[in-house]
């Protein structure tokens, strides 16, 4: 397991986001975290990449215990993320946001960067290089100088999984990476994502269109006010009666409460 | 007594960075030129006091207005950086303007009141700090009213909470924009016309109103009203104590004390509650 | 053919500058030039954080005026050689910029302003206060000039403005330098990243703080060195250096000059330390800065990001 979660809780101000979470990532896979809007998908997204700290439980990566590490530390591990809103660095062009994204894979620092201009220039190259394979992994070889702002939306995704391939992952963290996206451009997603898996990268993804996820994932796990109701395959996951119950029972327990 | 007129001031200038995201560095410009127009309807307009202080809290208003007119709404869109910079520049524009049209003499009002302290009991207050005490307080009041239980207030509310929804429903944002840049003038308008005749009148008086008032909106909380006004008490006592305990000099590094610790250690402010991450 | 118009132009004024003293004959424009170039180095500092992080410091006169009055009392009171003053004046406002910047953590936007605000005011009132190590409004004068041992040459003086004119260009040289080195590297880039999207960036590995941090200290390293530098040529020390009008003066210069660019604080310093001087024979300061405050909304009205960057997009 290259990412474990252990009793995550979240709670404030009354309300539980997470409450008492359990499971496994494993290396080499594509797992999905699905559930109803509101069920706490992204609050565990935000613990696990240290953006919120949990109100109990742990998580550990690679057998080390990384719960309320900052989230530049946990990134120099290999766990990077992307938002499910649209997070870009907007007045940079393509190409330099994916050199911005590249910055854990230099080391040039305060000192270098004044004394020793050799070694910029070539960690300048190496990186430029690195940045044009990412640029077109993804896809964005044509628009490498356009400002990230003037790109359409749906390319605008793309350079925000570019921009997180390029930190080097093991494990890549998705957060609703087709949220607004056409069919079409759904269906390159899904190809880009296996191409990722098949890279050696781990993906762990968040996602809301069920097409999409039972057509790429390994795994699915499925949360549901805070508490995790089923984790298996695809197949397994579809015939789960909670599962069910979840998605197309929710006028029943609205009548309820 | 200055409790009173810092959560005026406080006030003022939380409800326009909380409502227009606007920093108005310039809130202390609004103060002294409520000051000035006192000084001009009384000493030149030859004015009755009582009427005085009205005509400046209108002055204000007004020249908030504009502001906004001319200056604010065509940067609706623009950044945050660009506005506050904006509003520096008309801070130095007004302070300059001020020291050009009134010179950099110290001016003084007169004030009808009687200079005999009052006693009652053990307290002895002197009159015209009573009556800056009271009439700041009605003031906080009327804004309180007009804020909770007005049309206006409850449309000044809203766009505050969803400036999206607000529009949706019918309310003219910019319109709102301009009366509450308006109204947070009007208000550090008031405090200058009262504080006016306690202390004396020079160009720069506003920089230190300004800190004061953005002292007063730290210690409360962004776009609360009752911690602006809760604030403007607690940096009146925490002045006093410290001008007592340590020397008068330092009195006015109170301000700027607080604010920095306030914001080292709970940058949503004393009175705001929790809030949620992410 | 236009870049090598603009070439010639940049490599025109480089030989002007570096010739100055020669051909400026008035003395007093030999001062507005040396004032210049002690504004370029202020400028310059405050663009770093101001252009690149994107946070915005009206405390940075705080740190100029740390370092005037570090280096003018070591120099006075101890009789401590003025180069180790200027050191000095570089040491403790970084001192000063890291302590703010370890501890404005998650202190962004407004509220950075308002920190550094806050900074500078109280600095300004123990300086005005605190008698017995500033002598208060009175100042401290007698601060002695720099002084060059040279084994061949014997001891130069660096009191003539000639000489002084050369020590302010290696200082704006050398911070240019610092500042263009920063800013073509990977810091540079995390420096953009945190102005860009802090979030974004911290996700990437970036670590926010560290690169804050280092900002702020270079940032006050240069602001102080400025400081110094006045300090041993105005050879007077007061509480004025921490009169608003200069962080009014350096965030108009880094503004109207471009900020996020190099040259924009350089030109934006020598515009607008030029220019109070023709007004100087019209008008009175109260005007100026009047006229300062007008031009500031102005130039964001129209050229928001300077004019450097307005003239690069004209090729």
Known sequence: ?257 | MLGATYSLLGIGLTLVFGLMNVVNFAHGEFYTLGAYATFAALVLGSVNFFLAIPIAIVVGAAAGALCDRVLLRPLRGASIDTVMLVMIGVWIAMQNAELLGWGGVAKNIPTPLPTQPLTAGPVSVAPLRLFVFVVSGLLILGAHLVLAKTKLGRAMRATFQDRETAALMGVSIDRIHTITFAFGAGLAAAAGALLGPVFLLYPSMGDLASLKAFSVVILGGLGNFAGAALGGLVLGIAEELGAGYISSGYRDAVGFIIIVVVLLLRPAGLFARAERVG | ?315
């Open chain 3, 1 to 315: 053919m236009r870049r090598s118009g603009s070439r010639i132009v940049v490599a025109a004024s480089l030989v002007a500058a570096a010739t100055a003293p020669a051909w400026v004959w008035n003395p007093y424009h030999l001062h507005t030039l040396i004032m210049a170039g002690i504004f370029a180095v202020l400028a310059l500092s405050l663009n770093l954080l101001l252009g690149y992080t994107g946070q915005l410091s009206l405390g940075h006169a705080a740190f100029f005026g740390i370092g005037a009055y570090a280096s003018g009392l070591l120099t006075v009171k101890l009789e401590w050689s003025p180069w180790i003053g200027l050191v000095v004046a570089i040491a403790l406002p970084a001192l000063a910029g890291w302590v703010i910047g370890r501890l404005a953590l998650k202190i962004r936007g407004a509220y950075f302003v308002l920190l550094t605000i806050s900074f500078a005011g109280v600095v300004s009132l123990v300086s005005v206060n605190w008698m017995e190590l500033t002598n208060g409004p009175l100042g401290l004068p007698g601060v002695p000039p720099l002084e060059l041992a040279l084994p061949w040459l014997g001891e130069v003086s660096l009191r003539t403005k000639s000489a002084y004119y050369y020590v302010v260009v290696a200082a704006v040289a050398l911070c240019y330098l610092v500042c263009l080195g920063l800013v073509r590297s990977r810091v540079g880039r995390a420096l953009v990243a945190l102005r860009e999207n802090e979030t974004l960036a911290e996700s990437v590995g970036i670590n926010v703080t560290h690169y804050l941090v280092l900002a702020t200290v270079v940032s006050a390293a240069m602001a102080g060195l400025g400081g110094g530098l006045y300090a041993h040529y105005t050879r007077f020390v007061s509480p004025e250096v921490f009169l608003f009008t200069y962080t009014v003066t350096m965030v108009i210069m880094v503004v109207a000059g471009g900020k996020g660019t190099l040259a924009g604080p350089v030109l934006g310093a020598v515009l607008f330390t030029a220019l109070p001087e023709v007004l100087r024979a019209a008008t009175s300061w109260q005007w100026q800065m009047l006229l300062y405050g007008m031009l500031l909304v102005i130039v964001l009205f129209f050229l928001p990001q300077g004019i450097v960057p307005a003239v690069q997009r004209r090729r």
């Open chain 1, 1 to 257: 397991m290259i990412l474990e979660v252990r009793d995550l809780a979240v709670r404030f101000g009354g309300v539980t986001a997470v409450g008492g979470v359990s499971f496994g990532v494993a290396a080499g896979t594509v797992t999905s975290l699905i559930g109803p809007n509101g069920a706490g998908k992204t609050t565990a997204f935000n613990v696990i990449t240290g953006f919120q700290r949990p109100t109990a439980g742990g998580v550990m990566h690679d057998g080390t215990t990384i719960t309320g590490w900052r989230p530049h530390r946990i990134a120099a591990r290999g766990l990077v993320r992307t938002f499910q809103k649209t997070s870009l660095f907007p007045g940079l062009s393509v190409h330099e946001n994916v050199l911005t994204g590249l910055h854990l894979r230099g080391r040039v620092g305060f000192v270098a960067a004044l004394l020793r201009r050799g070694r910029v220039g070539a960690e300048e190259r190496a990186l430029d290089d690195e940045a044009e394979r990412v640029i077109g992994f993804v896809g964005l070889g044509a628009r490498r100088e356009t400002l990230a702002s003037a790109l359409p939306y749906g390319e605008q995704r793309l350079l925000e999984l570019a921009v997180a391939l390029a930190a080097r992952p093991r494990l890549l963290l998705l957060d609703e990476p087709g949220s607004g996206m056409t069919i079409s451009e759904k269906s390159a997603l899904a190809a880009l994502i296996q191409r990722v898996r098949d890279d050696g990268i781990t993906v762990f993804l968040v996602e809301h269109d069920m097409r999409l996820v039972m057509g790429i994932s390994d795994r699915v796990l499925v949360l549901n006010y805070g508490r995790l109701i089923a984790d298996g395959s695809v197949t397994e996951v579809q015939r789960d009666p909670e599962v069910i119950r979840a998605y197309l029972g929710t006028g029943a327990t609205r009548e309820r409460a």
